[in-house]
């Protein structure tokens, strides 16, 4: 498999939770709320990356498909466990039984990310079959050989191009045999996680593309996440290291080198989400948004 040739253009990692919604709850942001979002979004970017097949992504669908946005969209199936992981500091460990379920699951979801694909191939683009679940300290660890069984069923099923959206390094090494089946690789880079402060963050993303562009030089490489959070309780991001003039910067950064490489970059994210992480307010996870989650603008988008 060669290069798979994407046409440039401005892309974004969306999920449109906001405050009392999450898919853990199972309770989803609606057809008008999506639309509002989407309105936001379009002209901006063309390339949106959506993490599940569920009721979120199926409405985010049909909403383009009714109001004719000119969206094109990388879906992805959101595979759990399917062994235990000693390594992950916030509960990676399960029973016999709960992994046997997760497995019936992760399949069926693959069917789903099949269907949908199926269903609206003139918006889904690409595929991917699962985010960050060979990483060493996933709570949803998946091994490699079941990770390339689901990419090649997808690739049996489906037209459009498959990928595994995973952090660079497991591309160096175990991902080697995953690497030569998917279609395209794609990567994440947060140099801010790695205790990187603003002025070597960028050289740093160049150093974690290029050393799995080089290692792959006839695949095609993506960057599926890379983004600057603009708050943290101080576990795993210093505080003074995050705020909305960083993440201009790297964003502005970020995006001009994208363009000039036509190297396409899923920005993380569009909209901060609360649902996620710990209850505490300043955790980090919640403040991706180029957005905030009332929809107003942080200072790169203004």
Partial sequence: MGKVNFEYSEAICYSGFRDGQSPETSTFPTYEEIKEDLLI????????????CDPHSETVLEVI???GFDFKIMLGAYIVAEVSNENCAWGGVYSVEELKA????????IRKLIKLANAYPEIVFSLSAGNEATVEWTD??????NVIRYVQLIQSECNQPVTFCENYLPWLGKLKPLA????????????VWEFKGIHEAMNYTLENFYAVADTFPNKTVV???AGWATKSNGRGIDPSNVNEELQATYYNQLVQWS???????FIF?????NWKGSDEVLEPEKHWGLFKVDRSPKLVMQ
């Fill in 41 to 52: 979004l379009h002209g901006q970017w063309k390339y949106l990356r959506l993490y599940d």
């Fill in 65 to 67: 498909k009714t109001e």
């Fill in 102 to 109: 997760n497995k019936i699951l992760n399949l069926k979801r």
């Fill in 140 to 145: 949803h660890l998946v091994p490699v050989e």
């Fill in 180 to 191: 030569e089946i998917v279609d395209f690789i794609s990567i994440h880079t947060y140099p």
């Fill in 223 to 225: 960057i599926t996440e």
């Fill in 259 to 265: 363009k000039k490489e036509q190297v396409m970059t």
């Fill in 269 to 273: 994210e569009a909209f901060d989400e």
